[in-house]
């Protein structure tokens, strides 16, 4: 069986934490984006010194160069079975590449769970990881910006796959496993069973 997931939610909604379980549970990576940035960044690589500034603001680094790295990420053998996105697509622009690469290869993504909190509980949130974790790009200024990106870009796109009835709209606020369970249920119904307990 394989299982194209994708999840989204804003910054602060507990997606990447999510996500690690729900991959780890139907045995496919995580594809994030923003880790694949950042740990380009850490390295020192070309991309990463491209990318550092707009990271730094909040801002979407250009679809074009997202969208080749991805499609080389899906590539891989490990993503054979199924993978989980994490933070991508975030535009319309995205969703069209990642249809044409999918449908490219007689795929299609079976569900996109979508992590709803509301905006004041993820701000709380993004302020308290920037001071455990202190991420450059958690500064007041680039959260609201990321949040406006992601109300304003983002969340639409969520229409589109909700047009071909995909989408699980999961309620994220409440305790990690009990959301985690929400989710596995919501698959479950949809007939996408995890492949470890
Ligand atoms: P995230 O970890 O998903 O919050 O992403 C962190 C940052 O990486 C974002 O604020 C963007 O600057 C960049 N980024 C991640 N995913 C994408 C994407 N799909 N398109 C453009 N920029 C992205």
Redesign the pocket.
Known sequence: MTARLLIVGP?GSGK?TQGVRIAEAFGVPVV????I??ANITQGTKLGKK?TA??D???????KL?GEI?RDRLSQPDAEPGFLL??????AA?VKDLDAFLTAQGASLDAVILLEVPREESMARLQLRATEQGRT?DTPE?IAH?LD?YENETAPIVDAYGSRGIVERIDGVGGLDEITERIFAALAARGLDRVVA
Request: charged share 30%.
């Open positions: 910054q990447g994030s984006t923003g880790d940035f950042r990318v707009i990271l603001k909040g801002d979407l680094v250009p679809d997202t991805v994490d933070g991508y697509p975030r535009n995205q790009d680039a990321r990106i």
